[in-house]
């Protein structure tokens, strides 16, 4: 028998165009194991003819990146408001309001009240008069004026009940 001879490995390399084209705009550098394949195996590969890297101006990312930059100059509350509608912008869904525990939201019921209370009782010391809400009349069964058949009160086992709507 003659000494069998190794064939060399066959090394396959996939290359996908998604990550070439990233890899030409700047954004991302080339990742994952065809790659390495590519470097280790064959030193005169794409490796080897990679060109600088040219930045692209693109107006949208710098007008992002404005905004987020104006957003840090911001204090705490608005800087939170900004961000939520940067983000509702770009695709995100508004944050849901806020919740409370009920006894800490019975305290702000209460203190609500006690300013509304606080806010009448200036207004009516500097004279400014409130309007009065119209009342509706509360229709009662025995009203004959919005019945069709003209029946006043109810009919209950042989027996016509009606109120007397005198006060």
């Known amino acids: 028998m003659a000494p069998t001879q190794k ?23 080339p990742q994952g194991m065809g790659r390495k394949a590519t470097d280790k195996y064959h030193k005169d590969g794409p490796s080897a003819s990679r060109e600088p890297k040219v930045r692209v101006f693109d107006q949208r990312s710098a007008k992002h990146e404005i905004r987020k930059l104006g957003i840090y100059g911001f204090d705490k509350k608005k800087k ?5 509608d940067l983000l509702v912008e770009l695709g995100a869904k508004r944050p849901k309001g806020k919740r409370y525990h009920i006894q800490e939201y019975q305290k702000i019921l209460k203190q609500k009240k006690e300013e509304e209370k606080e806010r009448e009782e200036m207004e009516r010391r500097a004279g400014i008069k409130k309007k009065k809400e119209k009342v509706k009349r509360k229709r009662d069964k025995d009203d004959l004026l919005n019945f069709v058949d003209g029946q006043a009160g109810f009919f209950k086992d042989g027996v016509q009940f009606v109120k007397s709507l005198r006060k």
């Open 7 to 29: 064939k060399p490995v066959e090394v396959v390399v996939f290359d996908n165009p998604e990550k070439k084209r990233k890899q030409r705009s700047g954004d991302v550098p």
């Open 80 to 84: 939170d408001d900004a961000m939520v």
